[in-house]
T-cell receptor, first 116, second 115 residues
């Protein structure tokens, strides 16, 4: 299984500012994903981070608000831009390998963001 | 990806088997059934997955009906540490191209294991 480290684990930010969350994996993986979990809710997929190209965003999420980078096969960042209190959530990084039919996804412990 | 339906909550006595149902009546032939759980304040944890045959591992058993329209996750001897939200997800898992292996989460079942 892959070991995923997310930084920071939590943060309290002022509205209007931006926060960049880092996701580091201990092995090369083909797929990396970013999720949001609002208080008391299930996980919602934000985007698929693609190495060397622009991320693929799900409906309702845009690059200007959630820019994503993925410079290599072990690292990705998610930025939450121009934050408002509605962005207070847990943000989770997930990884999977495309190769192989039976693939499972692994998750980091998440970044708990509070916007004040 | 097909949608799933799960009861919002269930209780189970410690030491007894926990049987968590999931309906996925619109599942396609190439979609697998995956189960994850999320213990409070942690990231989701993979449990088990299957296509059409029953599966068992060290954590749980997965029973899929013959028509594949529903499944049941079985925790044979539930402990207090099994208290979590359990998610049933169906998705395509293709080797090359096409599907991205992304997971779309529903609302899940909150399993409360009682002492």
């Amino acid at each position: 299984s892959a070991v995923i480290s997310q930084k920071p684990s939590r943060d309290i930010c002022q509205r209007g500012t931006s926060l960049t969350i880092q996701c580091q994996v201990d092995s090369q993986v083909t797929m990396m994903f970013w999720y949001r979990q609002q208080p008391g809710q299930s996980l919602t997929l934000i985007a698929t981070a693609n190495q060397g190209s622009e991320a693929t965003y799900e409906s309702g999420f845009v690059i200007d608000k959630f820019p994503i980078s993925r410079p290599n096969l072990t690292f990705s960042t998610l930025t939450v831009s121009n934050m408002s209190p509605e962005d207070s959530s847990i943000y989770l990084c997930s990884v999977a390998d495309r190769e192989g039919v039976n693939t499972e996804a692994f998750f980091g412990q998440g970044t708990r963001l509070t916007v004040v | 990806d097909a949608k799933t339906t799960q009861p919002p909550s269930m209780d189970c006595a410690e030491g007894r088997a926990a049987n968590l149902p999931c309906n996925h009546s619109t599942i396609s032939g190439n979609e697998y059934v995956y189960w994850y759980r999320q213990i409070h304040s942690q990231g989701p944890q993979y449990i088990i997955h299957g296509l059409k045959n029953n599966e068992t591992n060290e954590m749980a058993s997965l029973i899929i009906t013959e028509d594949r329209k529903s499944s049941t996750l079985i925790l044979p001897h539930a402990t207090l540490r099994d208290t979590a939200v359990y998610y049933c997800i169906v998705r395509v898992a293709q080797k090359y191209g096409g599907a991205t292996n992304k997971l779309i989460f529903g609302t899940g079942t909150l399993l409360a294991v009682q002492p």
